[in-house]
């Protein structure tokens, strides 16, 4: 059962993949790369809870970690890209 996840897993990352790249906006694509993110966490636990490994839970726990600051800061970005672009109010 939890290779069957893994498979389906891996098919929704492609699909989320897809969209990540044909975004018509960078709203999108940030969305598309934070459920990105989310899915591979999943993998990784997943796997871990399937070979019997802590270690890929360790590694799950950091991934997470740097995946929301890399989040944060991509909002960020695009929130001062789009404050520009408006002009001085």
């Known amino acids: 059962m939890l ?3 893994q498979w389906v ?3 929704a990352s492609a699909v989320v993949f897809i969209r ?4 018509p ?3 999108d694509r940030l969305v598309a790369l934070n459920i990105l993110s989310g899915l591979a966490l999943a993998f990784l636990v997943t796997r ?3 070979l019997g490994r ?3 839970l360790d590694v799950a726990l950091v991934y997470d970690i740097f995946g929301f600051l890399g989040f944060l800061a ?3 970005f695009l929130k001062d890209k789009i ?3 408006d002009g001085p109010a």
């Open 74 to 76: 991509i909002a960020r």
């Open 83 to 85: 404050s520009d672009e």
């Open 48 to 50: 871990g809870v399937a």
């Open 9 to 11: 897993l891996a098919g």
């Open 3 to 5: 290779e069957l996840m």
């Open 25 to 27: 906006t960078g709203a």
């Open 54 to 56: 802590a270690l890929y």
């Open 20 to 23: 990540l790249i044909i975004g």
